[in-house]
């Protein structure tokens, strides 16, 4: 069984930062590269970031570019998300995820779930 735990969540005020982890335990699984996706109130999940776990190339949706950081520990088998800037419309339900094996794009196919973190930017 693979375990994904999010930490780090938290209520922020605007214009501050917040960093995520997602620890990965469990049975070893192959793993191409993961991905860190969010779900406010009433609203479908939608894609944050994702980093290739070998090579490290990372991609982001539009709505974060230039003040969220994606990154790895590979010995920690642990991914992070660094928030910055954060503004009230990306209070959500963080998620991280791990997709196992390549497909063309970095939004769907992801084959494990953490249970989420909260977070809150007050304005």
């Known amino acids: 069984q693979v375990q994904l735990v999010e930490s780090g969540g938290g209520l922020v005020q605007a214009g501050g930062s917040l960093r995520l982890s997602c620890a990965a335990s469990?049975?070893?699984?192959?793993?191409?590269?993961r991905g860190w996706f969010r779900q406010a109130p009433g609203k479908e999940r939608e894609f944050v970031a994702a980093?290739?776990?070998?090579?490290?190339?990372?991609y982001y949706a539009d709505s974060v570019k230039g003040r969220f950081t994606i990154s790895r520990d590979n010995a920690k088998n642990t991914l992070y998300l660094q928030m910055n800037s954060l503004k009230p419309e990306d209070t959500a339900v963080y998620y991280c995820?791990?997709?196992?094996?390549?497909?063309?794009?970095?939004?769907?196919?992801?084959?494990?779930w953490g249970q989420g973190t909260q977070v809150t930017v007050s304005s």
């Open positions: 980093i290739t776990w070998i090579g490290g190339s990372t």
């Open positions: 995820a791990v997709k196992r094996y390549y497909t063309s794009n970095y939004i769907t196919g992801y084959d494990y």
């Open positions: 469990g049975r070893t699984f192959s793993s191409h590269s």
